[in-house]
């Protein structure tokens, strides 16, 4: 299925690019353009580092122009595999305000996608502007900054004029960036009484002390709005220009700029002057640590944790295709069952599945969601309403195959009929120990959600969590060796999904491919889940069992910010158990050991900076 590919053009200047150009360039400037691609859902731009967002959530606000650039047939996952390799050219610290900026990320974007270059009086004006008097002068201090520049200065008559146009990228901030607070941008103050409020009462402050006659000062503006609002709540950033707040800029002694200064709890951390990118960065970062003292995990050494998978335990063969579809076609009632059309779409699903689990075994381009006709998914629900509980587990391992492809996992996660919540609710209600099969594959489906970002978030969303904590309470404990062994895995699954979650709440700069962080899960929710791993723990005598679950106790506890789930697993006497399952040699082979060992250090680690910080 074609996927709509669209430019968005923002103008990072709010209109002042218009109106004020002229007097400051020598030229006419339509805006100061910034642009980012949106596809698959999400909007992926180059700041720092590559990143995306729900499409116009940035701190850019809405475009000022959306430019349909075609339609795309490259599917998700290779699109995603590009980002990866893209990482690698367009990292933070690569970004060259003339060369290598937010408009060059979206050209290679587009061009991969739909074989088109975006406009091109976007991508060629940072050659342009250095035509300009204005930007030969600029040339030697944006060089000093960011190194030497690809393009070369076209020798002009004298006297000619520029060509009317706009000037690229974030690079355009360099002569108009100092512009106003907009959207997207840190506010000024001009009030000393509202600065000094704002300094004591926010834990980490960043000040910069611009003039509306400094050069420099323009080329540091957007990089310091998009490093400061990149950060979140972890700092709070003032811009002041002290030609139109004197009295701030005396108070706090301020002779040259761009000046910056820093201020932790209050008090001053820290200053410098001057232009210097990677200063600026490396100061912000100290502060923000400073601010924000380090996990005590993360002064652990713990090799065993680090060496572990951050990728979900899958059920992907699909090599029982034929044989599942014939038994499914023997449950089926023969009275007011499908129809001839219903079969036809049946068989279709059903070759689909082949092609594709021939594409994965000989390398070849798998088949289209075209191939899998129009109403697959309307059908797989009426067969679940005609099927006896017993009887669906052909069914629901036919979901699981499905939804190994991203895009068929994306319509579950946008599922207005919860069909993956019904299913679990379903196991949970049931009695397991009969219907093996059923909650088995139903495991399994649960454990193939977390193939894709999108779905995995969803099943441990508000809207579907508490189904899948009571799928997995229910079957940790099962007497059935399998059900365990798949309910250990889908535990494992949700600890990495926590963990990576976690790990993006502190990391603003790495982008989210996953349609957003998970919400805030409950602490009976982590309560409950914990409760029932550590019960399953002590209960197993398999070591890959325990290993699994383990993983998922590091997972869920490591770097929590409460310490309440260490506190609750130490409470039931993890560390002991752990320790007893040593000693009978259930657990021996050394990298379970070392894990368990690791685990133990975490609770401990954890249960005392949490009875330090209550003495406090």
Known sequence: MAEKVTLFVYDLSQGMARTMSLGLVGRHIDAIYHTSVVVFGREFYYGQGIMSAIPGTTMHGQPMERIDMGETEIPQEVFMELMDNLRETYTADAYHLLDNNCNNFSNDVCQFLVG???????????????NTPFGQSMRPMIEGMF???RHTPSPRPIGSSPAPGAVSGVGAAAVLGAA??????????????????TIRNNTATVVYFTSATCPPCRVIAPIFDEMVLSKGKQIVGVKVDIGMAQTIGRAYEIRSTPTFMFFLRGEKFSQFSGADQAELRSSIDLLIYSAHPAHPHALLSLPNYQKLSGTPILFSSLESVDALFTKLKTLLPTENGLSETEMKQLDKIHNWLKKRDAAKTNKTAEPTL?????????????IIGLLPYDNQF?????????????RIAEVYAKDGNMTLVHLFNAVAAKDNESSK?????TLRVAC?????????????????????KQLLVTTLLSTVTQQRQTAASLAFDIG?????????ATDTVTPSLSGGPLDDLEEDWNVECLSAIVKAIEKEDSEETIYRLVASVANFIYKEESYSGAALVNVLGLPEIIDNKIQIQVIKSANVTGLCREVQEMVRTAVAEQAKNDEA
């Not at 106003?180 to 409020?197: E, I, K, S, W």
């Not at 191939?371 to 998914?377: D, I, M, P, R, V």
């Open 437 to 441: 099969a059923v909650a088995l594959m």
């Open 394 to 406: 052909p069914l629901i391992d036919i979901i699981r195959m499905l939804i190994l492809h991203n």
């Open 370 to 382: 075209g191939e899998l006709g129009a109403t697959w998914k309307p059908l797989l629900g009426k």
């Open 147 to 149: 190194g030497p520049s």
């Open 116 to 130: 088109k270059p975006i406009p091109s009086h976007i991508t060629s004006l940072p050659a342009d502007f250095l």
């Open 180 to 197: 106003t607070a907009g959207a997207g941008t840190v506010p000024f103050m001009t009030d000393l009484g509202q600065l000094q409020n």
């Open 496 to 504: 990495v999904k926590i963990a990576e979650s976690r790990s993006k």
């Open 448 to 468: 193939n959600a977390f193939s894709s970002p999108l779905l995995g978030t969803y099943v441990l969303s508000s809207a579907a969590r508490e189904s899948t």
